[in-house]
């Protein structure tokens, strides 16, 4: 996972990232459709901020990597 840069909303550095993440699909939504593999959704890494309480979600490096050739998915 890239370093989680200071909170965006307050300025502090007290962000905790979830190690493991957490994946969609089941009965959970799937935020991340077409970059998951075969019959598994990709995993978002919640982020939060301790001081403000912001969370923020990332996305491992793997499935970044997928970001160019997935459906669906266009480069602002
Ligand atoms: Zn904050």
Known sequence: MPKIAACPNCGGNNVYLHKAGIAGGGYAANYLPGLGGFLRCARL????????????FFADEETCSKLDVASGWEKQ
């Open 45 to 56: 890494y919640p982020a939060v901020c301790r001081d403000c309480g912001q969370v923020r």
